[in-house]
């Protein structure tokens, strides 16, 4: 009788075995190219874009998913059926943009499998702030004024009240302020 269950076993065993493989060839990833990025993209455009707190640019934006999204472990959330943690991408997705009601999702594996695009819901009579005219450099030193330095100078080296050094440098940089 244990022969039997031997030879049962093989016969059986065999083509199970095989028939794994055939399914694990046409269920492979041979030919198929895997997602490496997400766009996010939003409307109106401009909006800067954070992946839980961390600020990884503007919209419109191509997202490395293994940069910006990696996948880690993660606590039951209430959407999950079952189990206690899971191996996935998880994150909150912030969009935000001056005039525009701040947008937050928390993003998955779902979402991730096609591109994002979010329409802001902005105030149509928002006026951006005014920019500030840019600082004007300081005016140079008037030459009259360069010149009474420069003598003043001469003077305290000529008296000696200053070092050779002490000249030169002073010199360079009343120069320099030209």
């Known amino acids: 009788m244990t022969i039997f269950s031997k030879r ?16 694990a060839g046409c269920g492979g990833s041979a030919g198929i190219k895997l997602r490496e990025a997400v ?25 490395d998913l293994d940069k910006e ?9 209430k959407s999950d059926d079952e189990g206690f943690a899971f191996y996935r991408r998880l994150e909150t997705l912030d969009l935000k ?13 779902t979402d991730l499998a096609r591109d994002i695009k979010i329409t802001l819901k902005c105030d149509p009579n928002f006026q951006p702030a ?34 050779e050094d002490e000249y030169r440098a002073q010199r360079q940089r009343i120069l320099d302020g030209m």
């Open 8 to 23: 049962t076993s093989c016969i059986i065993g065999w083509p199970l075995l095989l028939s794994s493989a055939v399914l």
């Open 39 to 63: 766009l996010i993209e939003t409307v109106p455009p401009g909006a800067q874009v954070k992946v839980s707190g961390r600020d990884i640019g503007t919209t419109p934006l191509s997202a």
């Open 69 to 77: 999204f990696p996948r880690h472990w993660t606590a039951r959330v």
């Open 97 to 109: 943009k001056d005039g525009c009601e701040t947008y937050t999702q928390q993003i998955g594996e």
């Open 130 to 163: 005014a920019v500030a005219a840019p600082v004007a450099a300081p005016a140079p030193a008037p030459i009259v004024g360069i010149e009474q330095r420069l003598r003043t100078l001469e003077d305290l080296k000529t008296k000696g009240l200053i070092t």
